[in-house]
């Protein structure tokens, strides 16, 4: 980059040659004298000059590339690495928001059974779920407390969306404010560029099912589907770094504890109940971060409990 020297600098060097020139004349130099003077001087003013120039250029230069180096460190490395990213985040609202929902399960089971998990068995089973999920004591206690005082008034509701390239959303909600829970998720559909759907035009494409993920680094496969598909499991599918094992809804709790019993360490906090897609839908990149959007905008919703789509890696 070339910068211009600043024109006090000229104005000094006009100044400086018309006063040597004038002392030369003074002295009396000859001719010859005063030109190899003059050109000597000139050459010294163009080597000042010259230097000048680099040391803007190159301090030009450096500013360029530390800028430069600056912005490469905001620029992710590749589509991949974004998708890590969204997925961690992704999986880290998801744990929230079922630890959430399994407390709110819990305060409507103790209103409407009791707080005692013998006789009242959809408290036992919720319970047991907790567990597995590692859900902490603290919002087992409180939500005991809630539904024992009668202020536990929830409802269950599922609502359906459509997103980009021809991707659908299922979102769950437990709510004992469903006006405020359908506008909310209205709301994030609309920012999301989302759109609102017809009950059954998305939840057709998923099926209900018990979901249990194992690490796959702490086992064998053919352990895990030996065991598995032994208690009555429907399938063992491999999903980024653990094992995805599928089950009816009633045979989760048996195929649960068969895996338990064989040593076979369970992801608590990533198992439970799942509206699964029955087929996927690969996408774009412009497309898939539109679909991302969405899902992060509707687990943002007080409300929602869980979001499940047809993207595949979502």
């Known amino acids: 980059m070339y910068r211009r020297a600043p024109r006090s600098t000229f104005r000094i ?155 659908g959303f ?29 009950s059954g035009s998305v939840s057709f494409n998923f099926n209900r099912r018990g979901v249990i993920r194992v690490p796959s680094e702490s086992v064998e496969e053919d352990q895990v589907v030996e065991a598995a598909i032994d208690a009555g499991a429907e399938d063992v599918v491999e999903d980024e770094a653990c094992f995805k094992i599928l089950t009816e809804v009633e045979d989760f709790h048996a195929v649960q504890n068969a895996l338990e019993e064989a040593k076979i360490p369970i992801e608590g906090e990533r198992s439970g109940f799942e509206m699964v897609p029955t087929a996927l839908i690969d996408v774009n990149d412009e497309d898939a971060g539109v679909n991302e959007d969405i899902y992060s905008r509707l687990l943002e919703v007080d409300d929602v409990d869980a979001v499940y789509s047809t993207m595949s890696a979502l």
């Open 170 to 198: 299922v979102i769950e909600c437990m709510t004992d404010n469903p006006v405020a829970a359908q506008r909310d998720v209205k709301q994030a559909l609309k920012k999301g560029n989302g759109k609102w759907a017809e």
């Open 13 to 167: 060097i006009l100044v400086s040659c018309a006063l040597v020139l004038g002392i030369f004349c003074i002295l009396g130099l000859s001719q010859k004298e005063r030109l190899n003077e003059v050109q000597v001087l000139q050459a010294k003013i163009h080597g000042h000059l010259t230097g000048s120039r680099m040391l803007l250029d190159n301090r030009a230069s450096l500013s360029y590339w530390a800028k430069n180096r600056r912005m490469e460190a905001l620029i992710p490395y590749g589509r991949r690495s974004a998708k890590i990213a969204n997925r961690k985040g992704a999986q880290d609202a998801a744990k929230t928001k079922l630890y959430t929902k399994i407390g709110k399960m819990v305060a409507d089971a103790v209103k409407q059974g009791g707080s005692d998990p013998v006789s009242n068995v959809k408290l036992a089973a919720i319970m047991k779920q907790a567990q597995t999920a590692n859900v902490p004591k603290d919002i087992i206690k409180r939500n005991i407390e809630k539904g024992s005082s009668g202020g536990a008034n929830y409802e269950e509701f599922v609502y359906e969306a459509y997103g980009a390239g021809g991707v």
